[in-house]
Antibody, heavy 126, light 110 residues
Framework: QVQLVQSGAEVKKPGASVKVSCKAS????????MHWVRQAPGQGLEWMGW????????NYAQKFQGRVTMTRDTSISTAYMELSRLRSDDTAVYYC???????????????????WGQGTTVTVSS | QSALTQPASVSGSPGQSITISCTGT?????????VSWYQQHPGKAPKLMIY???NRPSGVSNRFSGSKSGNTASLTISGLQAEDEADYYC??????????FGTGTKVTVL
């Protein structure tokens, strides 16, 4: 079945970086855009950016420009999200989420997100 | 990019219908038919309920329906059930090829 399995919880100090992985299975990894979304404790969903797993092209929310890097390794069907210069307000659950339809059907990452990872808790604390 | 505006809470009795609004701008909700709705229960990942304004993914109850008028999209839940109690978020594709989520709405079944 189609699923996304994320790496485990992380505890980081302010100023450090964190890299979260998202391993895809059950479908053609390079055929579907992948988004990253985060949710701070008690808060709403916040879109961070997307990556085209085929080309490696990315687009980030302005808020995270310069601090976030999204990459992928097609050989192991895994997407990564690295956030640097961590602050306490980066404490959140980070999700990867696959778009609903194949890149050929809906281009430019316009689609909704129908498959989600289980979430990775990142805690930033001194 | 500012978050789309949703009411903080909506409530209804079992069997009733409720509607959640999601207001954006002509650069997101009003400009594209790529509005999605997500349901999130506490401690769980979001679940896609509606995509492309009004399409339901396979397996989602037909009690959930979506629509859009101008810069405002809406999610209607008919025949409200206890299991519908959750947080709901809208999202939209934007003119910058980004996405933006709504502020979220807590649905309470009385």
């Amino acid at each position: 079945q189609v699923q996304l399995v994320q790496s485990g919880a992380e505890v980081k100090k302010p100023g450090a970086s964190v890299k979260v992985s998202c391993k895809a299975s059950g479908y053609t990894f390079t055929g579907y855009y992948m988004h990253w979304v985060r949710q701070a404790p008690g808060q709403g969903l916040e879109w961070m950016g997307w990556i085209n797993p085929n080309s490696g092209g990315t687009n980030y929310a302005q808020k995270f420009q310069g601090r976030v890097t999204m990459t992928r390794d097609t050989s192991i069907s895994t997407a990564y999200m690295e956030l640097s210069r961590l602050r306490s307000d980066d404490t959140a659950v980070y999700y990867c989420a696959r778009v609903t339809r194949h890149i050929v059907v809906v281009p430019a990452a316009r689609d909704g997100m129908d498959v989600w990872g289980q979430g990775t808790t990142v805690t930033v604390s001194s | 990019q500012s978050a789309l505006t949703q009411p903080a809470s909506v409530s209804g009795s079992p069997g009733q219908s409720i509607t959640i609004s999601c207001t954006g701008t002509s650069s997101d909700v009003g400009g594209y038919n790529y509005v999605s709705w997500y349901q999130q229960h506490p401690g769980k990942a979001p679940k896609l309920m509606i995509y492309d304004v009004s399409n339901r993914p396979s397996g989602v109850s037909n009690r959930f329906s979506g629509s859009k008028s101008g810069n405002t999209a809406s999610l209607t839940i008919s025949g409200l059930q206890a299991e519908d109690e959750a947080d709901y978020y809208c999202s939209s594709y934007t003119s910058s090829s980004t996405h933006v989520f709504g502020t979220g709405t807590k649905v309470t079944v009385l």
